[in-house]
């Protein structure tokens, strides 16, 4: 009998399919034998047809005429998913798009094994939105519609974390009391949880769950801090008008976030940042703003910030180049800049972690292993940070990015098998 359930993690900046063959979890080949596909889209202005993951990062680098999609999972919770965005004259719904992509990731798993799935886990962040469970509900909601709409009839929901920390567990020996850490590209998720080989065969983990919690703070915030902080200045922001003011920052704003990179490119956009370059007295610093919103280069430098991001997760300082939009420009960053840049935002996740020992009851000296995924959780300041809020633990770092689609995957055999 065909096993139809699978496990599906819908990412901000990648996608996963878990699937039990023969009641082993094994994540599925996406795109070209890999087992991600990158939460992206790009709509080719010829005609219209979409490419998706790497091949459609490609197509945009390449140059093609279009529009890029990214960061779509943002979108749920928000009042955005029901707007409309302009695709080349015509008006597509938020909501459409996460179901373009969702049916695709849905279509590109079930190719891989050769049956379709009916049924599915979804993972979801602990809070789509922070305080207000009336939107994260909504969001839930909408993503429950969504993957009904792309052919799921069965869906069942489970946190990023938990899931992760099912994948832990079918590696270990003993009982472990678990953190896990699970820094994705719009939330850090955490979950404190009793697992062991025992307790894996149980059907209702409730009981081993001592506490969940979470922020709307991840890999694309760490994104646009560092933008903001390092390069949106070489391209005037916080520079002076002639009047003495400062330069206004909404458009600097947009192109730091990926989701709304798009809003820069319209015609209100387009004249703001024309009057800003008249009124400038840095004029060089607008050439480049102007310069890479008329060749439409914003996601081709949020790509450029992202790589610097995953760069000096490993190393000390890394250069960005500049050169689409000021021919031979480039510059230095250090992770000192790195750091200070998103200070504040690695603040915030100390005191959901701290916050939830408290809840939980749990002394610091009684956890066990702090599990990392998720690619965020390898910024170094945030690791620093965790580490010495738990100095006694073990610190264990999982499949960044499979990890909780392999969770998922023995959830739904779990559930469904």
Known sequence: ??????????????????????????????????????????????????????????????????????????????????????????????????????????????????????????????FFVDDNPEADRRAEDTLREIAKAVGFREVAFQFEPIAAAFDYESQITREELVLVVDIGGGTSDFSLVRLSPERAAKADRRGDILANGGVHIGGTDFDKHLSLSSVMPLLGMG??????????????????????INFAYTRKAWAEIQDMQREALEKDKLDRLTNLVRHRSGHWLALQVEAAKIAL?????????????????????????????????????????????????????GIDTVFFTGGSSSVPLLREKIAALLPGARRVEGDLFGSIGMGLAIDARRRFG
């Open 313 to 365: 997760s490993g190393a000390g300082a890394t250069r960005i180049e500049l050169g689409r939009i000021e021919p031979g420009q480039s510059f230095l960053l250090e992770r000192a800049g790195f750091d200070a840049a998103i200070a504040q935002l690695v603040a915030r996740i100390e005191q959901v972690v701290t916050a939830l020992l408290r809840d939980a009851g749990v002394a610091a000296a």
């Open 239 to 260: 520079s002076l008008l002639r009047s003495g003011r400062q330069m206004p920052s909404a458009q600097y704003f947009n192109l730091a976030t990926w989701h709304t």
């Open 1 to 126: 009998m065909i096993f139809d359930a699978c496990g599906l993690d819908f990412g901000t900046s990648n996608s996963t399919v878990g699937w039990s063959r023969q009641s082993q979890p094994v994540l599925l080949p996406l795109e070209d034998g890999k087992l991600t596909l990158p939460s992206v889209i790009f709509f080719h202005a010829e005609d219209t047809h979409a490419s998706y993951g790497r091949r459609a990062l490609a197509d945009y680098l390449d140059g093609h005429e279009g529009r890029l999609m990214r960061s779509l999972k943002s979108l749920l919770g928000t009042s955005m998913i029901d707007d409309y965005t302009d695709l080349m004259g015509r008006a597509l719904p938020f909501r459409k798009l996460l179901e373009q992509f969702i049916g695709e990731l849905k279509g590109r798993a079930e190719r891989s094994v050769g049956h379709e799935f009916s049924r599915g886990v979804f993972g979801r962040p602990v």
